[in-house]
């Protein structure tokens, strides 16, 4: 049997502010990467996810991102190694401590947003990123923009990876994501969503903006919690899987 796993950035609400609709979301996913307060989320609510997620029995993974609230980790911020190994060691930390006091683990970390970008192409950043995640517990699951550089630097350093697949989101013809300030860099229309990401799967392609098949490796596939159709993408991208016979369940876990 074919398994994926499928993903969700959740716990990204903090002090009066909602974002998201976690409580929902988590409802179909089978891994959660928790905000860890640096680009969004505070220590009330990533306590909250982790309890929520566990009982759901959902995988729980780290969100680190770069200490930019106000822009939602979505800016770049020029960053030496030693600070890029601090900043996701302080944040996996904190993840680890709030799922130990609720009788869990964490399993995997995603990089948020510009971090996850940069470490895409970057490899220093790349290599800081997965020597952190090892450092602190080389048996969690680095994940990364399938192909690209975070991935590399994981293997290399000998961690477990995943690769990632992003529902949502366009490519460009050498891989990357769409940049989102792009006027075609989101997917809306689940239907096509669902299209492209049964075909990533099954055939290991996707096109590209430019209308060309590139070749991609989907472990994990992301659907992005903070969006007006979140839910939905969610629930429809779960329908199609399992209507392909496709089983959903973390990276890690084996078949039943």
Same mark, same amino acid.
Request: glycine share 8%; charged share 20%.
């Given at each position: 049997?074919?398994?994926?796993?499928? $993903?969700?950035?959740? /716990?990204?609400?903090? *002090?009066? !502010?909602?974002?998201?609709? %976690?409580?929902?979301? &988590?409802? #179909?996913?089978?891994?959660? $990467?928790?905000?860890? /307060?640096?680009?969004? *989320?505070? !220590?009330?609510?990533?306590? %909250?996810?982790?309890? &929520?997620? #566990?009982?759901?029995?959902?995988?729980?993974?780290?969100?680190?991102?770069?200490?930019?609230?106000?822009?939602?980790?979505?800016?770049?911020?020029?960053?030496?190694?030693?600070?890029?190994?601090?900043?996701?060691?302080?944040?996996?930390?904190?993840?680890?401590?709030?799922?130990?006091?609720?009788?869990?683990?964490?399993?995997?970390?995603?990089?948020?947003?510009?971090?996850?970008?940069?470490?895409?192409?970057?490899?220093?950043?790349?290599?800081?990123?997965?020597?952190?995640?090892?450092?602190?517990?080389?048996?969690?699951?680095?994940?990364?923009?399938?192909?690209?550089?975070?991935?590399?630097?994981?293997?290399?350093?000998?961690?477990?990876?995943?690769?990632?697949?992003?529902?949502?989101?366009?490519?460009?013809?050498?891989?990357?994501?769409?940049?989102?300030?792009?006027?075609?860099?989101?997917?809306?229309?689940?239907?096509?969503?669902?299209?492209?990401?049964?075909?990533?799967?099954?055939?290991?392609?996707?096109?590209?903006?430019?209308?060309?098949?590139?070749?991609?490796?989907?472990?994990?596939?992301?659907?992005?919690?903070?969006?007006?159709?979140?839910?939905?993408?969610?629930?429809?991208?779960?329908?199609?899987?399992?209507?392909?016979?496709?089983?959903?369940?973390?990276?890690?876990?084996?078949?039943?």
């Amino acid at each position: 049997m074919q398994t994926i796993d499928l $993903n969700s950035d959740v /716990g990204e609400s903090f *002090g009066a !502010y909602t974002i998201g609709n %976690d409580e929902e979301v &988590l409802q #179909h996913v089978s891994s959660a $990467n928790i905000a860890c /307060g640096f680009h969004a *989320g505070d !220590y009330n609510v990533m306590m %909250d996810t982790v309890k &929520l997620a #566990h009982s759901l029995g959902v995988s729980i993974g780290a969100h680190p991102g770069f200490p930019d609230l106000g822009g939602f980790g979505r800016r770049e911020m020029k960053m030496s190694e030693e600070e890029i190994f601090n900043l996701v060691v302080y944040q996996v930390g904190a993840i680890q401590a709030a799922a130990t006091v609720c009788g869990t683990n964490v399993k995997h970390v995603k990089p948020h947003g510009a971090l996850y970008n940069m470490a895409s192409t970057d490899r220093k950043m790349a290599d800081a990123i997965a020597k952190a995640v090892y450092t602190v517990n080389s048996d969690l699951i680095l994940f990364g923009l399938a192909g690209s550089e975070l991935v590399r630097a994981g293997e290399a350093v000998g961690l477990t990876v995943a690769q990632e697949v992003f529902a949502d989101r366009t490519y460009q013809p050498d891989g990357t994501l769409t940049p989102r300030s792009y006027p075609n860099a989101m997917i809306h229309d689940v239907n096509v969503a669902a299209k492209r990401v049964l075909r990533m799967v099954k055939e290991k392609k996707v096109k590209a903006v430019n209308g060309q098949d590139i070749a991609i490796q989907a472990d994990t596939i992301c659907v992005h919690g903070d969006g007006p159709e979140a839910l939905q993408f969610v629930q429809t991208l779960r329908e199609k899987l399992l209507t392909e016979n496709i089983h959903i369940q973390p990276i890690g876990v084996a078949c039943p």
